[in-house]
């Protein structure tokens, strides 16, 4: 079946230094959506990619769909405390909607 | 309502109990889906309504669970004779119209159930 990694599982940055996740998955997706997740909470939607090569950006978030439409990635340029949570990105193929395993960030003041 | 919301939002059960888990989606939300997020894991698609029919059920993982939502609104979850491995927050998701990715989801705050 479809499976969707991501890495890296956990990183730890002090505040204002940047932070990336890539997430791949082992087939061609329709649409990469990526989701934010407090400690505690529940998954909130961010952001939808659908065409081969998107970039789209939210103030400091950036997030790109490669052009084979198998990759992605979210990109926080100068990272805030407010940042701080689990990062997952979820691929639909044919049919359902397929999570990765989510990257943890840790925002040190 | 304002939100997707979950009942009860904790559940604690001995091996063996049925349990009964609710989503109230959000008003008018077509699309209605369960997820099950094991602790450190991403979520994990359970079943698919729209409406009042299950168009997916392909994620359950067992014919221990049992998901309705008869009238196209609310969605009980259902588990009979729990295992310990069914542990986990169980997370419900509504979406307007489409399925997946053509629109977006918006998730309940889940019911956290521990089975001992």
């Known amino acids: 079946g479809q499976q969707v990694m991501q890495i890296p599982q956990y990183q730890h940055v002090q505040e204002g230094e940047d932070f990336t996740t890539y997430c791949n998955s082992s087939?061609?997706?329709?649409?990469i959506q990526w989701y934010k997740q407090r400690p505690g909470g529940h998954p909130v939607f961010l952001i939808q990619?659908?065409?081969?090569?998107e970039v789209k950006k939210q103030k400091r978030l950036t997030f790109q769909f490669g052009e084979a439409k198998k990759n992605s990635s979210l990109h926080i340029t100068a990272t805030q405390t407010t940042d701080v949570g689990t990062y997952f990105c979820?691929?639909?193929?044919?049919?359902?909607?397929?999570f990765g395993k989510g990257t943890m960030l840790l925002v040190s003041p | 309502g304002a939100g997707v919301s979950q009942s009860p939002r904790y559940k604690v059960a001995k091996r063996g109990q049925d349990v009964a888990l609710r989503c109230d989606p959000i008003?008018?939300?077509?699309?209605l889906f369960w997820y099950q997020q094991a602790l450190g894991q991403g979520p994990e698609f359970l079943t698919y309504?729209?409406?009042?029919?299950?168009?997916?059920k392909s994620g359950l993982p067992s014919d221990r669970f049992f998901a309705e939502r008869p009238e196209g609104s609310v969605s009980t979850l259902k588990i009979q004779r729990t295992q310990q491995e069914d542990s986990a927050v169980y997370l419900c998701?509504?979406?307007?119209?489409?399925?997946?990715?053509?629109?977006?989801?918006?998730f309940g705050p889940g019911t956290r159930l521990t089975v001992l």
């Open positions: 998701a509504s979406s307007l119209v489409g399925r997946g990715g053509r629109d977006t989801q918006y």
């Open positions: 087939t061609t997706l329709s649409n």
């Open positions: 990619l659908v065409k081969s090569g």
């Open positions: 979820a691929g639909e193929g044919y049919s359902t909607l397929t």
């Open positions: 008003s008018g939300h077509v699309s």
């Open positions: 309504f729209q409406n009042e029919a299950q168009l997916d």
